[in-house]
Structure formats: structure tokens, C-alpha cells
């Protein structure tokens, strides 16, 4: 059944992805240079002009690929250990999109930033959203596996 909680939990984690792809992770920097992190690429730029770029498509293929996930993993309700395995194997990609964003973070920008003064974005909340609204998807799965084992076993 589409209109179960979990399903709009997996809605609501594939939102927060493309939310996640669609905004910057970290932002800093001084005046004279600015320094940006987004899915796709870590940004300094000096007076306009970029002055280190370094693309990281391989975090926004991992997001969009568990967007994907997310909204099939919707359509399998019928099967809810595949349903189950499913979200686990998306946890896995959230988890390694953010954890792999937040390593750029650290390693390219801040060490750019000098500092390392600077504010995270809301994509990088996102993806935490994403991974928690994900989390809590599973456990109502399990609940609902629990719940039709246990009134099988009274028959």
C-alpha cells in the first residue's frame, strides 16, 4: 500500500537528496576569496576569477543514485524484506554521499580557507535529513514485518 508512513518517509529522503544536489555544502572564505563546496565541485574563487576547482561528480552520482533507490524502494511494498534490503543498500549510499562531501569539506576547503573559517550549507543538512528520514523508514518496515508475522503465528 502507497499511502503507509514509510512510504512517505522514502518520499520525504529523496526530497531531501535533491535538496542535498541542489544547494552548497560549505561555504567560506575571506573577502577577497571565496571558497564554495556543492555535490559537483569544490570552488576558490580570488577577485572573480577561480582560482582552484576540483569536480566531485562521483558524490552527486551517489545521491542521484539513491534518489532512484528511494523511489523504488516505494514500489516494492508488496515484498517488505526486499523493501528492507533496499533501504539498508540506500542507507549505504546516503551515508557514503555525505561522509564523502563532508571529507572535501575538510580536506580541500578548509585547507584552502587557510583558517578554515566558514559556515556548512544546507545540503549538508540535507543529507543527514535524508539519511535520518531513510532510517525511520526502515524501522517502520521492520514494524509492519513484525506485525504480519505475529498475527500469522495465531492462525
Do not use: C
Amino acid at each position: 500500500m502507497l499511502q503507509r508512513i514509510q512510504s512517505l518517509l522514502l518520499l520525504l529522503s529523496a526530497i531531501a537528496l535533491g535538496v542535498f544536489l541542489a544547494t552548497n555544502t560549505w561555504t567560506g572564505g575571506t573577502t577577497e576569496q571565496q571558497i564554495l563546496v556543492n555535490p559537483y565541485q569544490v570552488l576558490q574563487t580570488q577577485g572573480g576569477l577561480a582560482g582552484f576547482k576540483k569536480e566531485i561528480f562521483y558524490v552527486a552520482v551517489l545521491a542521484g543514485l539513491a534518489i532512484v533507490l528511494s523511489i523504488f524502494a516505494i514500489f516494492q511494498y508488496k515484498n517488505r524484506v526486499r523493501q528492507m534490503l533496499f533501504v539498508a543498500l540506500n542507507s549505504l549510499l546516503i551515508g557514503a554521499a555525505v561522509a564523502v562531501a563532508v571529507y572535501h569539506v575538510k580536506y580541500d576547503a578548509m585547507t584552502l580557507s587557510g583558517a578554515g573559517e566558514g559556515e556548512f550549507g544546507i545540503g549538508l543538512y540535507a543529507g543527514f535529513a535524508a539519511l535520518a528520514f531513510n532510517w525511520l523508514a526502515n524501522r517502520f518496515i521492520k514494524k509492519d514485518e513484525k506485525m504480519v508475522k505475529d498475527a500469522d503465528r495465531m492462525r
